[in-house]
């Protein structure tokens, strides 16, 4: 008997020829006896997506292997199973394989031969006695890619070195790297097409590393990637390129060799603004625990640049800190500093000071004091209330308000954060505050996130609270005095002041304020969805869904 089964893969029908596939050779089968769970190893997948599948159906495309000898196995409560493999991508669809294997601790392996590049295979598999044979498995389907895929490099913001051409960016702005693979189809056979691409900047290429890693950009359906990169040094810089396809292999690194010309224009300091481009930044960590810097002006997730999970305070990832910014100790290069709160370490308060651009790994971190004075609305000294701490243990939530006195040499953020439900103001100083204020110790502050959305046009400081328990958002404003002291009255009340609802902690369970990211003068929200897009709003309405962080 001869069988003809179907496929339809990518609009065109395959037609299988299978030879007494579902043919007993000898007696009947012993009822019962049957082969399950058919795999080839390594698991045929895409790696653009991560997917990996067997497609042991009509419907799922094949997945895609680098290797040339897989093996294949099935579950198997039989003696022996019989394995057939069928070339798909020749005329007659040429059985390649037809074969006994024991069955060994419930499973049975075949290591198949040499199979050709590019090509489509479909197999199945069946219990086998002596005599009979029982039902067998569906029919599964793999391809295999063996080329190794190439690439280029092309930039017109920043051209090649040699090519004789003037950059179009300076070093501290983004430039576009257009990256091209080629992915060549072997003849006779067809090839997996490129996925994605690996790269570093002045650096060298990680190993080990998929679609999903760090410091990787998807290629489009055409194998081309638009890569933003901000060279943060001027001169001459080095972008190194790899490229993947969807098999999993990798071309040779391409290196692109560039000149960045040194900005001659003033450099803004804009509190907020962490690399230094004059518009304030995102600070959220990726799933690897790095730190990313995302502009808040973005209309992706695609990070300026990101602080590696080593520099963290504990050296295990920023997921776990709070990460504050909103002025710098000095003006030597512009962005913020940052002070960082570890949870895993909450006695302690880190500064980390912005070397150039949002490169944080100059130096080791210092020590922020706590105050151990306490101040009134006068900045006479009063008794700390009862339960204060020496350290910084009992802040649950803290913010970086803003300075109340910006220089371009200092712009020391004043710190407010909740300790046992009561509110405190920690007023400015170089890596020591000098004075604790109570600004709040009627009401209960303990269920509410505090948000630094920075100051306003005229200098003035405001907090932003959202009520975690029904996603309401409270604005308090700050006022500077005229001896420069802060009016913190207007945070008597934590239910007083509310200007929006609908930020519920299930719709954002991270909900912050980088500044004025839209450039309308005004300060806006930004928020992380529980399936981890990033989202940014006008002010609080207006939401526009970035799409997914990494």
């Not at 599948?53 to 040339?68: I, M, S």
């Not at 190794?148 to 501290?172: Q, R």
């Not at 190194?240 to 999993?248: E, F, I, L, P, R």
């Not at 890596?431 to 009401?443: E, I, M, N």
């Amino acid at each position: 008997m001869t069988l003809r089964h179907a496929r339809r893969l990518g609009g065109a029908t395959v037609v299988v020829l299978a030879a007494g596939l579902l043919a007993a050779p000898g007696a009947a089968a012993v009822p019962g006896d049957a082969v399950t769970d058919p795999k080839a190893v390594p698991a045929p997948g895409f790696t653009s997506t991560g997917l990996r599948t067997d497609a042991c159906d009509d419907t799922t495309a094949p997945g895609w292997l680098e290797v040339a000898n897989p093996v294949l196995t099935v579950s198997a409560t039989s003696p022996q199973v019989r394995f057939k493999l069928w070339d798909d991508s020749t005329p007659e669809h040429d059985k390649i394989v037809d074969t006994t294997a024991d069955v060994t601790g419930g499973a049975a392996k075949l290591a198949t031969s040499a199979l050709a590049d590019g090509h489509s295979y479909s197999w199945q598999a069946w219990p086998e006695y002596s005599p009979g044979s029982g039902k067998p498995t569906p029919t599964c389907h793999f391809r295999v890619d063996l080329t190794h895929p190439g690439l280029s490099v092309s930039s017109t913001d920043f051209p090649e070195s040699g090519s004789g051409t003037t950059p179009g960016k300076y070093a501290g702005e983004n430039g576009v790297f257009t990256l091209k693979g080629l992915d060549a189809a072997p003849a006779g056979g067809e090839a997996s097409g490129v996925a994605c691409y690996q790269y570093v900047l002045d650096g060298s290429l990680s190993v080990g590393w998929d679609c999903a890693s760090g410091h990787t950009v998807k290629a489009g359906a055409d194998g081309t990637a638009q890569l933003t990169l901000k060279p943060r040094d001027w001169g001459t810089n080095i972008l190194t390129v790899q490229a993947m396809d969807n098999a999993g292999n990798l071309s040779q690194p391409a290196t692109y060799t560039f000149y960045a010309p040194w900005d001659p224009r003033p450099k803004p300091m804009v509190p907020g603004d962490v690399d230094g481009d004059g518009v304030p930044d995102i600070l959220v960590p990726d799933a690897q625990g790095n730190l990313q810097i995302i502009s808040a002006a973005a209309t992706d997730t695609t990070p300026s640049s990101t602080v590696p999970a080593v520099l963290a305070p504990l050296r295990a990832g920023w997921q776990d800190d709070e990460v504050l910014h909103r002025g710098w100790i000095n003006g030597h290069a512009p962005g913020d500093d940052l002070l960082v709160h570890p949870k895993g370490n909450p006695g302690f308060l880190y500064a980390y000071n912005n070397r150039y651009q949002g490169d944080f790994g100059q130096s080791y971190p210092s020590l922020v004091d706590k105050p151990t004075r306490c101040v009134d609305a006068t900045a006479a000294t009063i008794p700390c209330p009862e339960g204060y701490t020496e350290d910084w243990s009992g802040s649950d939530r803290l913010v970086a308000l803003g300075s109340r006195k910006p220089t371009a040499q200092a712009s020391w953020p004043v710190l407010v954060s909740v300790e046992h439900g009561k509110l405190y103001a920690y007023y400015d100083g170089l890596l020591r505050y000098s004075s604790a204020q109570p600004v709040a110790t009627t009401g209960d502050w303990s269920g509410y996130d505090l948000i630094a959305p920075g100051a306003d046009a005229s200098g003035n400081l405001t907090l932003w609270a959202r009520d975690r328990a029904t996603g309401v958002l409270h604005a308090y404003p700050i006022v500077k005095q005229a001896n420069g002291l802060l009016d913190f009255s207007a945070l008597a009340d934590p239910s007083a002041n509310v200007v929006a609802t609908g930020f519920t902690t299930a719709a954002y369970p991270t909900l912050d304020s980088a500044g004025d990211g839209d450039g309308d003068g005004k300060p806006d929200l930004w928020a992380v969805t529980a399936d981890r897009h990033l989202v940014t709003f006008s002010g609080w309405s207006a939401p526009r869904d970035l799409g997914a962080l990494r």
